[in-house]
């Protein structure tokens, strides 16, 4: 090809090239999240935690994988780390952002020459702790040090670009000594523990909301809207791992000094007690959301064996109740319902202490979720005196210097009535994110979020554990202040066996190593009601995130005084020992459940109005189960004085004291029949009236509580009265009269001997003085006086 054809060659591929660049997607920008091409994952760290007694390199393997819509070409990694993490705020900062803070580890290595779409590469990287002569990570004395994973490539129709990079925290609780022939030698580095860290770890043992809701106690067998809790109790379910971590951190064998055991404390969701209980007696799983029909659970015996295991480890473990399903008490507090908070705050360690036959620590309010507000304080004050523990206040950086921030763990008081004792919210969140469905707690502020779903579950558990060592292994700004440190993941936490192991594991090692030293929430409960502070610290208004709406409020405020005025009028049912309050209980819980921060928050509210809606149905059924019979409708008085049949029926499963209210019209007087019992089934009444008019009328007859709850339909009777009224009292009155004089006269002739025509059956004889009158014609004589 020469000449014309060439150039016209040349003119054409050139305009290919740019119509070709013209339509291409931008290139790879320097930040890794503009355009995602790959993804790395860091699948292991070797050594996790790094102590003395460690290998002196640490070792990163990984994954990367190719997720974008192209090829990806010269695909390389390099380890870079940073400084040790000084404050607990850059426990979350250092995970996400810019880079600036890192530094090279070496060279970059290739580990695919070309990526296709779906295509992935493993990787493995190593680098010394501390060298004077080879590329390291430059750790030199113990502490929390930020490392990265960069991975460089070239996609199509672009440019070598950073593509992607995984962040992660290496703990070092001390260093190992390093030393060979081409290495100066250096003796280990032990941590200070000097000022050990008082340490209290709260283990939760919750689940989300499972009960159907709408089911009034007594229903058996219970029904759970699915079978999920059955494979979560069963070994290796996420329940199972928790209980099975905890019973192996603190048995003799491998707490012998107990250290752990006087650390930990349960931290137990009476919601989860109640439902796993009620599976020990066999259960029912919904088909389907609206539940029309079931089948039988799979989980009796997984639940009996847990909760006996949990019994077991109760019986020398602490243990506290959490609120009642996790349940938002700053909605609970907009409520403004005093039954339904004691049931959320109050109860709860009773419902822990009957069912694991123990007696729990009292007074201590758990907030593994959500913010402390002004609202939610007031509703556990009015409770009575009690520590809250909840997450403090952290951001990025330090309103007041600019610098990065450290959460204050000081106990504050908010009202003459709470202290708090607030744990660091950037370490709890750390917790939290553990696991294969990480989360991040509402209380969290925006600017310490990381990329939770980006990051692998390794890497997660590596923050975890480097945050819960981190104030262990900074230095006290004052040697003679005590430092204090409260662990509390989320109520619904959901780590992995392995992660649930891992945390507990640290915990035994800051214990056992002298960096900590336990600290029972018995004695957090204590302290905080010691500390005198003259302060009143404010607290927020509202929730920022994860709040419910003012439409549950309202369903919630509506339905909970209806069922409680129901519930004052119930009584116990002698037969089953069934009585009003425990048959109501689980509807009112319902209301709790439904108000749950272990469901997501965008769809709180959806979730929320859906199990109200159930249960405001059932509530609304239950008082329409109190009526009265009126088969017939129409009724006729023999007399003024005929009582009034009627016929009351309850369908509830206990009795329930009701009252008559009868619409009389004019004319008609109804007796008060007082308060009546009203057992299951039927009652036969008859009222007592009097009605003074002859007419047909309609009467209105209506039931309800002694607290004034209507019940049931009020029934319209038709009435026909056959009384006279006046007139026939009039009549009979005279009637009485005549006859008494009647009476008088023909007793005063037979006292005087004289015969009363009344006696007589023909003419009266006549008298002496007159002649017998002339007998009629054709009639004979009665001669017989003459014989």
């Known amino acids: ?131 004077a002569n080879q590329p390291a990570l430059n750790v030199d004395r113990p502490g929390i040090y930020p490392l990265l994973v ?82 979560s109790l069963a070994p290796g379910g996420r329940l199972d791992a928790l209980l099975s971590a905890a019973e192996f951190a603190t048995s003799p064998a491998v707490d012998g000094g107990g250290v752990v055991n006087r650390s930990l404390c349960l931290a137990i969701d009476p919601d989860l007690l109640v439902t796993v209980n009620a599976m020990t007696g066999g259960y029912m799983v919904a088909d389907s959301p609206e539940g029309a029909t079931s089948h039988p659970g799979t989980g009796q015996a997984a639940a009996t064996t847990w909760l006996e295991r949990l019994r077991r480890l109760a019986n020398h473990t602490c243990v506290a109740a959490s609120p009642y399903a996790q349940a938002d008490l700053d909605t609970l507090a907009r409520v403004g319902d005093p039954g339904l908070d004691a049931t959320a705050v109050s109860r709860p360690a009773d419902i822990v202490d009957r069912i694991l036959r123990v007696t729990s620590t009292r007074g201590a309010v758990l907030l593994g979720d959500g913010r402390l507000t002004s609202g939610a304080a007031d509703l556990i004050g009015a409770q009575g005196d009690a520590v809250v523990i909840a997450g403090g206040d952290c951001a990025a950086q330090d309103s007041g210097t600019g610098a990065s921030a450290t959460a204050d763990l000081t106990p504050r008081r908010v009202s003459p009535q709470l202290v708090v004792a607030p744990y660091d919210p950037a370490v709890g969140a750390a ?85 900590a030293v336990p600290r029972s929430l018995t004695a957090v409960i204590d302290e905080a009601r010691g500390f005198t502070d003259p302060l009143v610290h404010p607290l927020p208004a509202e929730q920022a995130v994860g ?27 002698v037969r089953t020992g069934l009585t009003g309050e425990a048959y109501t209980a689980p509807l009112a819980e319902d209301m709790l459940r439904a108000l749950s921060q272990s469901e997501p928050p965008d769809v709180r509210n959806g979730l929320a109005a859906q199990r109200l809606g159930i249960v405001g149905n059932t509530v609304a059924d239950l008082i329409g189960a109190v009526t009265i019979v009126n088969p017939a409708g129409s009724y006729t008085l023999a007399t003024e004085h005929s009582p009034l049949p009627l016929a009351l029926r309850n369908d509830l499963a206990v009795p329930i004291r009701v009252r008559l209210y009868v619409d009389a019209p004019p004319g008609m007087t109804v007796a008060d029949v007082g308060e009546l019992e009203l057992p299951p089934g039927y009652l036969p009444l008859r009222v007592p009236v009097e009605v003074r008019v002859n ?56 006292f005087r001997g004289q015969p009363d025509r009344a006696d007589l059956d023909g003419p009266l004889p006549p008298r002496p003085d007159h002649p017998h009158p002339p007998a009629a014609a054709g009639t004979p004589l009665d001669r017989s006086e003459d014989r």
């Open 695 to 750: 007419q047909r009328f309609a009467v209105d007859v209506a039931l309800q509580t002694p607290g004034g709850l209507a019940l049931g339909e009020s029934a319209r009777l038709s009435v026909h009265s056959n009384a006279y009224g006046m007139v026939l009292f009039l009549i009979t009155v005279t009637a009485a009269a005549v006859l008494t004089v009647l009476t008088a006269r023909r007793l005063w002739h037979r």
């Open 431 to 515: 917790l939290a994110a553990m696991g294969t469905d990480p989360v991040a707690p509402t209380y969290l502020d925006g600017s310490l979020a990381t990329r939770l779903h980006h990051d692998s579950a390794l890497a997660r558990r590596q923050n975890a554990l480097g945050s819960m060592l981190w104030r262990a292994l900074e230095s006290p700004e004052s040697p003679d202040t005590p430092r204090d440190e409260i662990l509390m993941p989320p109520a619904y936490w959901k780590p992995r066996a392995d992660d649930a192991q891992a945390v507990l594991t640290t915990l035994g090692t800051a214990l056992r190593s002298g960096l």
């Open 547 to 573: 709040g419910f709406g003012p439409e549950i409020v309202a369903g919630i405020t509506g339905d909970i005084a209806r069922l409680w005025g129901l519930t004052a009028a119930l009584t116990t049912d």
């Open 1 to 131: 090809m020469s000449g014309p054809l060439a150039a016209l060659s040349a003119v054409i591929a050139a305009l290919l090239l740019v119509l070709g660049a013209a339509g291409a997607p931008p290139a790879a920008a320097g930040e890794p999240d503009s355009t995602p091409f790959v993804r790395i994952r860091v699948d292991r760290v070797t050594p996790e935690v790094v102590t003395t007694s460690s290998v002196s390199v640490v070792t990163v393997a990984g994954t990367v994988r190719n997720v974008g819509d192209r090829p990806v070409r010269d695909v390389m990694v390099r380890l870079e780390g940073a400084g040790a993490v000084v404050s607990s705020a850059g426990l979350r900062t250092n995970l996400t952002g810019t880079n600036d803070q890192y530094r090279p580890v070496g060279t970059f290595t290739t580990v695919a020459e070309e990526l296709q779409r779906g295509q992935e590469a493993r990787f493995t990287l190593s680098a010394p702790l501390r060298s």
């Open 150 to 231: 960069n991975v460089n490539g070239t996609p199509d129709y672009g440019e070598p670009a950073r593509l992607d990079d995984a962040r992660f925290l290496l703990p070092v609780t001390g260093l190992p000594k390093t030393g060979s022939e081409s290495e100066p030698l250096a003796g280990a580095v032990a941590p200070d523990i000097s000022h050990p860290v008082r340490l209290t770890m709260l283990w939760p043992l919750a689940d989300r909301p499972r009960l159907t809701p709408g089911a009034p106690g007594g229903t058996l067998p219970v029904r759970l809207a699915d079978d999920d809790l059955a494979s």
